[in-house]
């Protein structure tokens, strides 16, 4: 039996409110390939969540983890302590450690250099919480941020340092990957003649699985500007990080 088109409707378009039980979660993947956008682990696609949407998803990703906890046989309506983790472990994704993918920014206002300020300044250390994309497990660190700034260069606040760096660790990162994000966030931000980072952290993926090795450490470095060029320069700042 042939049934009678809606000359309204385009061919093959979903009818109006045809997208009612789609998961939001969808729906935002779908926003992201439309524009072409990276959605990777370590990518921010905060732009691409509608107003109310990550509540949608808080609960999306609850009922996912319930499944989860169901496959793992976890008897979670009689056992008192796992009676509401799928909604603990969604809320601390998605609102908590790795609220750096869902979020806008940290408002970072810029002031002009003034004083024309032109010496080495290190920020640090700055703690730093993150999980690496691998595993999920917490990665534990410090890092140190040394700028050389020229007559140019926007002066922000010392404290927006460390929510810069909160907002790029907040996601599921490899170290080597979030230390040249931060790099790239603070330059844009600042514009200095150079930019050095140095990041040391604690893998709980080598120490709490794997080989289990508690005291090992992951050390990188970024430079740029000057700190590359300039051998002098780059010693002053690292003579000057109380590792």
Avoid at 20 to 38: D, H, M, W
């Amino acid at each position: 039996m042939l049934m009678k088109t809606d000359p309204d409707q385009t061919p093959g378009a979903a009818p109006q409110g045809g997208d009612e039980g789609v998961p939001v979660s969808v729906k935002i993947r779908e926003r992201l390939k439309a524009a072409r956008q990276r959605f990777h682990s370590n990518d921010n696609i905060a732009e691409f969540i509608q107003p109310g949407e990550l509540d949608k998803l808080l609960d999306e990703v609850t009922r996912k983890m319930q499944g989860v906890l169901e496959s793992m046989v976890i008897d979670t309506e009689s056992d008192h302590n796992t009676g509401d983790t799928a909604r603990r472990v969604a809320k601390m994704y998605l609102k908590e450690v790795f609220a750096g993918r869902y979020v806008k920014g940290p408002s970072v206002t810029e002031f002009p250099n003034a004083e024309h300020l032109n010496e080495l300044m290190i920020v640090g250390p700055i703690t730093v919480r993150s999980a690496c994309s691998h595993h999920f497990c917490p990665v534990i660190g410090k890092l140190w941020i040394g700028i050389m700034p020229n007559e140019h260069t926007n002066v922000i606040g010392l404290s927006k340092y460390a929510r810069m760096a909160e907002w790029i660790m907040g996601r599921p990162q490899i170290q080597e990957e979030a230390v040249i994000q931060l790099a790239d966030l603070i330059q844009d931000k600042t514009q200095p003649d150079g930019l050095a980072i140095v990041m040391e952290a604690s893998h709980y993926c080598m120490a709490w699985r794997g080989v289990k090795d508690m005291d090992s450490k992951m050390i990188n470095s970024v430079m740029r500007g000057v700190f590359l060029k300039d051998a002098n320069l780059r010693r002053e700042f690292l003579s000057l990080i109380p590792r």
